[in-house]
């Protein structure tokens, strides 16, 4: 692809979907359009001069291809339908660079992201438009074959179209539920990305939280954003040179991204300041006393028990509980949390950072622990990890 | 009284069908019409469509697709005419048994003319 457009397609794509949508109220029509515009642009950009506004100029043009693909499926008596297109074809000014790009993606994101849908889907169609992978790219990323992704697309926008679920952004007592919807599937964006490292995806993710904090700037979006950032502060000191995920309390810590981690402390504190916490909050605040830790030993375990029991008091989850009992471990309870991880097995059971945490604590108060580190093994299919655990399980025996 | 009659079937099953199916569903309107029985009926969008809502802790849960709890049964229903799902969901979540049960809500089909 000529590199001008490649970069307009990342850089602008989502924008001028959103847009198409908004004015078509098709999905798949707004997709074929922007498609359209992208081969002409291919077919005239290298001859010409690259437009000043590339995504004005995608946009502008994939209108006018919208607008015909309609002409040719109206039937013929549809007159009323035929004056309306001519009028929007006729609209179109020919200096597409004095146009502005209306920024519809705030409503985008909130009707991709719409718990009527499927989690699986709400994330594939944000990936699809948002983010501009192509159904290929996102099977890839989830591992699964290439026709399931599609059929998801295919049926979550039937269902968007069919069902009526609004383009439009949440209002009033709607918002914390919503916001909290699309939040989660770009954390779960990133750490498709994250742990199994596809970089890529968790760019996506990052530069998803960014736009959706330009667009409509609230604390707990910043929570994540700010928690995001700290994990990528900390990613160059995660694996070792024989590819071994090296574990919190053995990192290098002047590896971590210190700049980084006071940025994105910054805007956590801004966030904090405006007094609506939530849980992305709380964990990114959780994160940030690790990061400002010099050591594993000097760690602010207190500190980060009571946000766990404030984390576990918005959502008592079985897997908020084994976090806290972890920190309570390290606080200096190891058979207080040991009895508590104990508790959690029924809810827990098969559930990997659960198995390998309580292999740790199993060593950590002098019982047999060598059982539980292989069923953690067996669980794990991140190679790196295996390592890691593998390594452990050598320590004790 | 008034009776709810319950379509089910196969979702598009109707390739075993022995003759025009929408011609024959037409007639039974009409005849149910003319012999003064017919209150309302509609056909209803397959439940890929579907979204069901249950309240519970004061908070609607939504979720993709219709109910999975085989002990409800359907015990009723409200036609209601709305904006968009938004608006639909938030009635649905208002009806006493969101609170214990759920309510399923489908759109109902619209015909080509």
């Given at each position: 692809?000529?590199?001008?457009?490649?970069?307009?397609?990342?850089?602008?794509?989502?924008?001028?979907?959103?847009?198409?949508?908004?004015?078509?109220?098709?999905?798949?029509?707004?997709?074929?359009?922007?498609?359209?515009?992208?081969?002409?642009?291919?077919?005239?950009?290298?001859?010409?001069?690259?437009?000043?506004?590339?995504?004005?100029?995608?946009?502008?043009?994939?209108?006018?291809?919208?607008?015909?693909?309609?002409?040719?499926?109206?039937?013929?008596?549809?007159?009323?339908?035929?004056?309306?297109?001519?009028?929007?074809?006729?609209?179109?000014?020919?200096?597409?660079?004095?146009?502005?790009?209306?920024?519809?993606?705030?409503?985008?994101?909130?009707?991709?992201?719409?718990p009527?849908?499927?989690?699986?889907?709400?994330?594939?169609?944000?990936?699809?438009?948002?983010?501009?992978?192509?159904?290929?790219?996102?099977?890839?990323?989830?591992?699964?074959?290439?026709?399931?992704?599609?059929?998801?697309?295919?049926?979550?926008?039937?269902?968007?179209?069919?069902?009526?679920?609004?383009?439009?952004?949440p209002?009033g007592q709607n918002i914390p539920a919503r916001l909290e919807a699309?939040?989660?599937?770009?954390?779960?964006?990133?750490?498709?990305?994250?742990?199994?490292?596809?970089?890529?995806?968790?760019?996506?993710?990052?530069?998803?939280?960014?736009?959706?904090?330009?667009?409509?700037?609230?604390?707990?979006?910043?929570?994540?954003?700010?928690?995001?950032?700290?994990?990528?502060?900390?990613?160059?000191?995660?694996?070792?040179?024989?590819?071994?995920?090296?574990?919190?309390?053995?990192?290098?810590?002047?590896?971590?991204?210190?700049?980084?981690?006071?940025?994105?402390?910054?805007?956590?504190?801004?966030?904090?300041?405006?007094?609506?916490?939530g849980p992305?909050?709380?964990?990114?605040?959780?994160?940030?006393?690790?990061?400002?830790?010099?050591?594993?030993?000097?760690?602010?375990?207190?500190?980060?028990?009571?946000?766990?029991?404030?984390?576990?008091k918005r959502s008592p989850t079985?897997?908020?509980?084994?976090?806290?009992?972890?920190?309570?471990?390290?606080?200096?309870?190891?058979?207080?949390?040991?009895?508590?991880?104990?508790?959690?097995?029924?809810?827990?059971?098969?559930?990997?950072?659960?198995?390998?945490?309580?292999?740790?604590?199993?060593?950590?108060?002098?019982?047999?622990?060598?059982?539980?580190?292989?069923?953690?093994?067996?669980?794990?299919?991140?190679?790196?990890?295996?390592?890691?655990?593998?390594?452990?399980?050598?320590?004790?025996? | 009284?008034?009776?709810?009659?319950?379509?089910?079937?196969?979702?598009?099953?109707?390739?075993?069908?022995?003759?025009?199916?929408?011609?024959?569903?037409?007639?039974?309107?009409?005849?149910?019409?003319?012999?003064?029985?017919?209150?309302?009926?509609?056909?209803?969008?397959?439940?890929?469509?579907?979204?069901t809502v249950r309240m519970r802790g004061g908070k609607a849960q939504i979720t993709?697709?219709?109910?999975?709890?085989?002990?409800?049964?359907?015990?009723?229903?409200?036609?209601?005419?709305?904006?968009?799902?938004d608006?639909?969901l938030s009635w649905a979540a208002r009806i006493p048994s969101a609170k214990y049960g759920c309510v399923?809500?489908?759109?109902?089909?619209?015909?080509?003319?």
């Amino acid at each position: 692809m000529h590199a001008a457009l490649a970069h307009a397609f990342k850089a602008e794509s989502g924008r001028v979907l959103a847009a198409l949508i908004a004015q078509f109220r098709d999905f798949d029509l707004a997709e074929e359009a922007l498609q359209d515009a992208m081969i002409e642009a291919a077919r005239t950009w290298p001859s010409s001069r690259t437009p000043s506004s590339p995504g004005a100029w995608l946009l502008a043009v994939a209108r006018r291809r919208a607008v015909d693909r309609l002409r040719k499926t109206a039937r013929a008596n549809d007159e009323a339908l035929l004056q309306n297109l001519s009028l929007l074809a006729e609209g179109q000014p020919e200096d597409e660079a004095a146009q502005e790009i209306p920024d519809e993606r705030l409503r985008l994101i909130f009707t991709c992201c719409h718990p009527a849908l499927a989690q699986e889907a709400q994330v594939a169609l944000t990936l699809r438009t948002l983010c501009g992978l192509s159904a290929q790219e996102i099977a890839r990323a989830f591992l699964v074959p290439h026709a399931t992704m599609s059929q998801r697309l295919t049926r979550a926008k039937a269902k968007i179209s069919h069902a009526g679920i609004p383009y439009k952004v949440p209002e009033g007592q709607n918002i914390p539920a919503r916001l909290e919807a699309v939040l989660s599937v770009i954390y779960l964006i990133f750490n498709a990305g994250y742990a199994p490292r596809n970089p890529a995806l968790s760019a996506e993710a990052l530069r998803l939280c960014t736009v959706l904090h330009h667009l409509q700037p609230l604390p707990e979006t910043a929570g994540l954003w700010a928690l995001m950032d700290l994990h990528m502060a900390r990613d160059p000191a995660r694996l070792d040179a024989d590819n071994t995920l090296v574990s919190l309390k053995a990192q290098d810590r002047t590896l971590w991204d210190h700049p980084a981690i006071t940025r994105a402390k910054t805007r956590l504190l801004h966030a904090l300041a405006q007094n609506r916490p939530g849980p992305y909050q709380i964990q990114a605040a959780i994160s940030a006393l690790h990061c400002e830790a010099k050591s594993w030993e000097t760690t602010d375990w207190t500190q980060i028990l009571a946000l766990y029991g404030a984390l576990y008091k918005r959502s008592p989850t079985p897997v908020v509980a084994l976090n806290r009992a972890v920190a309570k471990a390290h606080a200096g309870a190891p058979e207080a949390a040991l009895a508590t991880i104990l508790d959690l097995e029924a809810a827990l059971k098969g559930y990997q950072p659960f198995h390998a945490a309580k292999a740790e604590l199993l060593a950590q108060c002098g019982q047999p622990a060598q059982n539980e580190y292989a069923r953690a093994i067996a669980l794990t299919s991140a190679p790196e990890e295996q390592a890691f655990l593998r390594r452990k399980q050598q320590e004790i025996s | 009284m008034q009776y709810m009659a319950l379509i089910y079937a196969v979702p598009n099953g109707e390739e075993g069908y022995e003759g025009d199916m929408m011609a024959d569903y037409g007639q039974f309107t009409q005849d149910a019409i003319a012999a003064g029985v017919y209150v309302s009926g509609e056909a209803l969008m397959p439940e890929t469509d579907a979204s069901t809502v249950r309240m519970r802790g004061g908070k609607a849960q939504i979720t993709d697709g219709p109910f999975a709890e085989t002990k409800e049964t359907l015990g009723g229903y409200y036609l209601l005419e709305c904006a968009d799902l938004d608006e639909a969901l938030s009635w649905a979540a208002r009806i006493p048994s969101a609170k214990y049960g759920c309510v399923e809500v489908r759109p109902i089909m619209v015909f080509d003319q």
